[in-house]
């Protein structure tokens, strides 16, 4: 299935760099997405959300770009820290009239110092 | 708010025994609650829908007799793993949906059980 992956992709960066994650999301008709952060450990912490009536959101040091046209989903992370370090997974409402969220495969941020 | 929490952290069992884990909404009412399987280097994988009141709905491939589910109240629901083998070894999240009369709640992760079968 789409959301099993056999190794994570990985992005390296160094602190104070911005850095830019892709996430390809599945279902046209999907129409909510969110990103999350999740450390080694640990269950996924909601990071921010889209609807699919918008192509921009931002929020704190994040910010979340939709492209319905390709299915691309996009999460921005400006100024990187140390502490951003995680892996981070798309998730979208793709399944009609019922709140089931389907995960991306994730990919590994490293921050260097 | 919207905190989750689940018990317990990490437990390790002996191959054929079951296992509870316990998903709790501490701050607030989910009349829907949803468990996930997440291997090594792997995404999460929904493994259940779990409504109050009545029984889990279980996503293709998943055994319901072997991992049961119950939400007994609003504010808990349990995922018992049955004879539980080595392959169950893995890390089980719940979440849990905060209801905002929207077309699609958010969902709030718990942090996880590790589950090791020996």
């Known amino acids: 299935g789409e959301n099993v992956g056999l190794h994570l992709p990985t992005l390296s960066v160094q602190e104070g760099d911005n850095s830019i994650i892709n996430c390809a999301y599945s279902n046209s008709a999907s129409d909510y997405f969110i990103w999350y952060k999740q450390e080694s450990g640990k269950g996924p912490q909601f990071i921010i959300d889209i609807r699919s009536n918008m192509d921009k959101r931002q929020g704190q040091r994040v910010t979340v770009l939709l492209n319905k046209t390709v299915k691309h989903l996009s999460l921005q992370i400006a100024a990187t820290q140390p502490g951003d370090s995680a892996v981070y997974f798309c998730?979208?409402?793709?399944?009609?009239?019922?709140?089931?969220?389907?995960f991306g495969t994730g990919t590994r941020l490293q921050v260097f110092p | 708010g919207a905190v989750v929490s689940q018990h317990p952290s990490r437990v390790i069992c002996k191959s054929g025994t079951s296992v509870k884990i316990e998903c709790r909404s501490l701050d607030f009412q989910a009349t829907t609650m949803f468990w996930y399987r997440q291997f090594p280097k792997q995404s999460l994988m929904l493994m259940a829908t779990s409504n109050e009141g009545s029984k889990a709905t279980y996503e293709q491939g998943v055994e319901k007799d072997k991992f049961l589910i119950n939400h007994a109240s609003l504010t808990l629901s349990t995922l018992t793993v049955t004879s539980a083998h080595p392959e169950d070894s893995s890390f089980y999240i719940c979440?849990?949906?905060?209801?905002?009369?929207?077309?699609?709640?958010?969902?709030?992760f718990g942090p996880g059980t590790r589950l090791t079968v020996l």
């Open positions: 998730a979208e409402n793709g399944l009609y009239n019922t709140d089931k969220l389907i």
């Open positions: 979440s849990a949906e905060l209801a905002g009369g929207l077309p699609t709640d958010t969902q709030y």
